[in-house]
């Protein structure tokens, strides 16, 4: 077993705002253990790949007598479900006090565990937020079709508490999946070919590595850059293998030292991504608040415009205030906008438009041209 000063060593490479948190360092060790040992509302995110209590009673074999290779490793086995469920208290516990007040957890299981994970994260009083599921393009078969086959795990995203206002970024992940809203249903594959980890035997180091891509999009969608991400069940890196690529730091939490020696080594050979590959788009709710009436002012919509909608329905007239005008309605460009479809509440920004002979265009888009303009002045 390697000791916790040598995995320190070779892998911490910057040093922690807080003295006492060992970040880019592989702790050796038991989880709860070791989660007990770093300070309280230390770390951004947990994300956790816990044993699954699989309960295979038998070992599994294909068609052709062919031994399964899947999990029968000690680490994964429980004497009952009243153990199992003991265990998972325990770290969940462990990992809530960690969280800063703002800070959330990822678990992954399967139908084995993550049912009764997930009752104990909303008794410990984590908030749940999403529940995705990874949906394998590469599942492996049901050999001996009697269930159907198991295509996919389940992911919890849970916050510290309901109060939580945990990361999220929105935009970054539209924009990743084509300017479309980033569904709960994953589909990317497992990890196989050169990304999965071979012991000198050519056998797997480690039977449920994690394919990177499925922990980019979980960092990319809730940490930003410099974020603390811990990591209680770490296995062979695949979480610190991303966290370094993202320019987030990491914990790690393990205690064989199999999966150590493999992770200081994989963590090692990678070279973080540069600052600006790492910035992502900006949220619209971070960009500096901009008055339709500044449009007005700057010339960039002239008073007695015609705004419409997209259809053509509703027509308002802009007044020198940087107000509207449509019949006996009158306000803001949001106020307007709702009252002439009947509705509590609208978003002007997107729901007005000025047409340009046959071509109509969004107000919003003349605001984000101003705030360029403003950018530009003040750089």
Same mark, same amino acid.
């Given at each position: 077993?390697?000791?916790?000063?040598?995995?320190?060593?070779?892998?911490?490479?910057?040093?922690?705002?807080?003295?006492?948190?060992?970040?880019?360092?592989? *702790?050796? /060790?038991?989880?709860?253990?070791?989660? +007990?040992?770093?300070?309280?509302?230390?770390?951004?995110?947990?994300?956790?790949?816990?044993?699954?209590?699989? !309960?295979?009673?038998?070992?599994?074999?294909?068609?052709?007598?062919?031994?399964?290779?899947?999990?029968?490793?000690?680490?994964?086995?429980?004497?009952?479900?009243? %153990?199992?469920?003991?265990?998972?208290? &325990?770290?969940?516990?462990?990992?809530?006090?960690?969280?800063?007040?703002?800070?959330?957890?990822?678990?992954?299981? #399967?139908?084995?565990?993550?049912?009764?994970?997930?009752?104990?994260? !909303?008794?410990?009083?984590?908030?749940?937020?999403?529940?995705?599921?990874?949906?394998?393009?590469? @599942?492996?078969?049901?050999?001996?079709?009697?269930?159907?086959?198991?295509?996919?795990? $389940?992911?919890?995203?849970?916050?510290?508490? +309901?109060? #939580?206002?945990?990361?999220?970024?929105?935009?970054?992940?539209?924009?990743?999946?084509?300017? $479309? !809203?980033?569904?709960?249903?994953?589909?990317? @594959?497992?990890?196989?070919?050169?990304?999965?980890?071979?012991?000198?035997?050519?056998?797997?180091?480690?039977?449920? !590595?994690?394919? =990177?891509?499925?922990? %980019?999009?979980?960092?990319?969608?809730?940490?930003? @850059?410099?974020?603390?991400? *811990?990591?209680?069940?770490?296995?062979?890196?695949?979480?610190?293998?991303?966290?370094?690529?993202?320019?987030?730091?990491?914990?790690?939490?393990?205690?064989?030292?199999?999966?150590?020696?493999?992770?200081?080594?994989?963590?090692?050979?990678?070279?973080?991504?540069?600052?600006? &590959?790492?910035? $992502?788009?900006?949220?619209?709710?971070?960009?500096?608040?901009?008055?339709?009436?500044?449009?007005? +002012?700057?010339?960039?919509?002239?008073?007695?415009?015609? *705004?419409?909608?997209?259809?053509?329905?509703? =027509? &308002?007239?802009?007044?020198?205030? /940087?107000?509207?005008?449509?019949?006996?309605?009158?306000? #803001?460009?949001?106020?307007?906008?709702?009252?002439?479809?009947?509705?509590?509440?609208?978003?002007?920004?997107?729901?007005?438009?000025?047409?340009?002979?046959?071509?109509?265009?969004?107000?919003?888009?003349?605001?984000?041209?101003?705030?360029?303009?403003?950018?530009?002045?003040?750089?």
């Amino acid at each position: 077993m390697l000791r916790n000063a040598q995995s320190r060593a070779e892998l911490a490479s910057t040093a922690s705002s807080d003295a006492h948190l060992p970040i880019d360092t592989i *702790l050796v /060790g038991d989880s709860i253990a070791e989660m +007990e040992k770093l300070p309280a509302g230390s770390v951004d995110l947990v994300f956790a790949d816990p044993p699954y209590n699989l !309960q295979l009673s038998e070992g599994l074999t294909r068609p052709d007598q062919s031994h399964v290779d899947g999990v029968d490793d000690a680490w994964d086995k429980f004497d009952d479900f009243a %153990h199992y469920d003991a265990f998972t208290r &325990a770290w969940l516990l462990a990992a809530r006090r960690v969280l800063k007040p703002d800070g959330a957890i990822w678990v992954i299981g #399967s139908y084995h565990n993550i049912f009764r994970v997930g009752a104990i994260l !909303q008794d410990l009083g984590y908030w749940m937020l999403n529940d995705v599921i990874w949906r394998k393009t590469n @599942p492996m078969p049901n050999f001996r079709g009697t269930r159907f086959t198991n295509a996919h795990e $389940t992911l919890i995203w849970a916050s510290r508490s +309901e109060k #939580s206002k945990p990361c999220f970024n929105y935009e970054a992940l539209k924009q990743a999946n084509d300017d $479309t !809203q980033m569904r709960s249903d994953w589909l990317m @594959p497992i990890c196989t070919g050169h990304e999965r980890l071979k012991d000198d035997d050519d056998a797997k180091v480690h039977p449920t !590595q994690k394919p =990177e891509a499925l922990l %980019h999009r979980v960092m990319i969608a809730t940490t930003k @850059p410099g974020d603390v991400v *811990l990591d209680p069940f770490f296995g062979t890196g695949t979480t610190g293998a991303v966290a370094k690529k993202l320019g987030r730091h990491f914990i790690g939490v393990e205690r064989e030292s199999s999966y150590v020696n493999a992770a200081l080594k994989r963590i090692a050979a990678i070279k973080p991504h540069d600052r600006v &590959a790492l910035e $992502t788009i900006k949220p619209k709710r971070a960009a500096p608040r901009v008055a339709f009436g500044a449009l007005v +002012e700057a010339g960039m919509v002239n008073p007695g415009t015609v *705004l419409t909608d997209t259809k053509g329905r509703f =027509e &308002a007239v802009v007044r020198a205030d /940087g107000s509207l005008k449509s019949d006996r309605h009158e306000g #803001s460009i949001h106020k307007v906008g709702a009252l002439v479809q009947g509705f509590d509440a609208c978003n002007g920004w997107t729901f007005w438009h000025i047409k340009n002979g046959k071509t109509l265009t969004v107000i919003d888009d003349l605001r984000a041209d101003y705030r360029m303009r403003i950018d530009k002045l003040s750089a």
